[in-house]
């Protein structure tokens, strides 16, 4: 595939390489224990859309991955294959499972991003809803200190709030598919596949002053976002713009991100998808785009929504894609960095 980049982004320059990325391997997502019809899972994971690796007390290193279609958490082993759920907050008629053919779309919280913690010496993971829709406005926390996941919803429509208020952000619409904690700093990935004024940009808070939003909103104001940032990472052969899905913190201390070029109408409609990239971004703003390229080694057209480092090899990189199909499992990919 090649990326039309342009030469400059906001005063901070821009590359992008010639060579790609090709798929290693892939695995289709199947929970291990099969469908659990009392809960509302399907046999398998369904739209994935961010991933993260923590150590689980009992299991060992996992990699949970977040959908955006389903209020489960998957913990994979990518090595044995094994995959595990854990249940979330049930929506209107106790259902889990969300989809246009069910009526329930827009039921979901539509969690789009995830990230490791550690709270009060404990592994924990917040993950992120869009922000695309109201109901979407919202994160969910669950913590590993006990015998099983203790699992929170967090409303937090002030500070989305003031994340569309910021239109610097936004744009038009919301639509957050990343989260990076960098020490006390959380930053977020606005994807800029929307109507209108449509927005690919960065910005950060406190996780600090965040987490104690969450915890007492009436007695912690919610963060406003510092050091916003705009992005254009150009357009693929296709003449459809690459915006960001995803982003993770590599080890070196780079930021890593995934792009999609998907022709969709606004930022809660699906649409086809031309092409991919994985992308580089450093702290004074330079960044760069490398095509991903399937195991034939053609473009990439796979939604590709999650991306985590593997801890133990941090050259490897594993992906999450988003079949787009109610009756379609996730995939996970693996990649080498050049």
């Not at 046999?43 to 859309?49: K, L």
């Not at 959380?186 to 808070?205: I, K, L, T």
């Not at 899905?245 to 991100?257: Q, V, Y």
């Amino acid at each position: 595939m090649k990326i039309q980049s342009p030469s400059s982004l906001r005063g901070a320059s821009s590359s992008l390489s010639a060579d790609g990325l090709r798929v290693l391997s892939r695995q289709k997502l199947h929970y291990t224990d099969g469908a659990d019809a009392a809960r509302d899972r399907p046999a398998h994971v369904r739209a994935g859309s961010g991933c993260t690796f923590i150590d689980v007390p009992g299991q060992g290193r996992r990699l949970a991955v977040v959908q955006d279609d389903a209020a489960f958490i998957a913990l994979v082993d990518p090595r044995s294959g094994r995959v595990d759920a854990i249940e979330l907050p049930a929506r209107a008629g106790g259902l889990r499972h969300f989809d246009t053919a069910r009526g329930n779309k827009m039921d979901k919280l539509d969690l789009e991003s995830i990230a490791t913690l550690s709270l009060d010496g404990a592994p924990a993971l917040l993950a992120m809803g869009s922000g695309s829709d109201r109901v979407r406005e919202t994160f969910v926390l669950v913590r590993f200190d006990g015998s099983a996941p203790i699992v929170e919803e967090l409303p937090a429509g002030a500070f989305f709030a003031g994340m569309k208020r910021d239109k610097d952000f936004a744009g038009d619409e919301l639509n957050v598919e990343g989260m990076v904690v960098d020490g006390d700093r959380v930053r977020f990935f606005n994807r800029g596949n929307g109507a209108g004024d449509a927005r690919d940009a960065v910005g950060e808070v406190s996780l600090g002053r965040l987490l104690a939003h969450l915890r007492d909103p009436l007695l912690h104001a919610a963060p406003l976002l510092q050091r916003v940032r705009g992005f254009d990472l150009g357009v693929d052969t296709a003449g459809t713009r690459l915006t960001f899905t995803e982003a993770t913190k590599h080890p070196d201390g780079r930021t890593l991100f995934l792009a999609a070029a998907e022709a969709s109408p606004n930022a809660i409609d699906d649409g086809d998808v031309t092409g991919t990239a994985l992308g580089t971004l450093h702290d004074d703003g330079t960044w760069s785009l490398v095509p991903l390229l399937d195991e034939r080694g053609g473009p990439l057209t796979d939604k590709v929504e999650g991306l985590a480092v593997d801890p133990a090899d941090p050259c490897r990189v594993w992906i999450v894609v988003d079949k787009d199909a109610a009756n379609a499992p996730a995939e996970l990919l693996q990649v080498r960095l050049a």
